[in-house]
């Protein structure tokens, strides 16, 4: 990428404080929105440049790119700016079919009915089978 399109891509996002924007992952067949998580930067420009999403953790202060180290990678196939550029969706390809650390498809596996949150998506794998006591 050069630095007329690196300026495009990244002066066209309304950072927040604490350089931060939004970035939401859904499927990009079904349309399921599997995970939300935080880009800085650096996270877009990679994603942009691999092909695959990047995310800043804001909990481990730290790069890190989407199955690192669980092998399910976000294959990105459209990246979108919300109206005010302060949120980002990615169309992705979610490789293993596992976005979320419990082990689930998605992270928005609970559901609230009655008063009451009940989870309605079934673990795929157990999180200690993928991470081995790390999350991402």
């Not at 495009?8 to 931060?20: Q, R, T």
């Not at 890190?64 to 005010?84: F, I, N, P, Y």
Request: glycine residues 8%; charged residues 25%.
């Amino acid at each position: 990428m050069d630095t007329t399109q690196k300026n495009a891509l990244l002066n066209a996002v309304k950072w927040d404080a604490n350089g931060l924007v939004c970035a939401i992952a859904q499927d990009h067949i079904t349309e399921r929105v599997l995970m939300v998580a935080w880009m800085n930067a650096e996270a877009l420009e990679q994603t942009v440049n691999t092909g695959f999403a990047h995310y800043y953790s804001r909990s481990r202060q730290k790069q890190w790119m989407k199955g690192e180290e669980s092998g399910h990678t976000q294959a990105v196939h459209e990246l979108r700016l919300d109206c005010d550029g302060d949120a980002i969706v990615m169309h992705i390809e979610q490789k293993g079919g596992i976005a979320c650390h419990t082990g689930r498809q998605s992270c928005f596996y609970q559901v609230w009915r009655d008063g009451a949150w009940h989870t309605v998506d079934p673990v795929l794998k157990n999180e200690a089978d993928i991470y081995g006591g790390n999350k991402e």
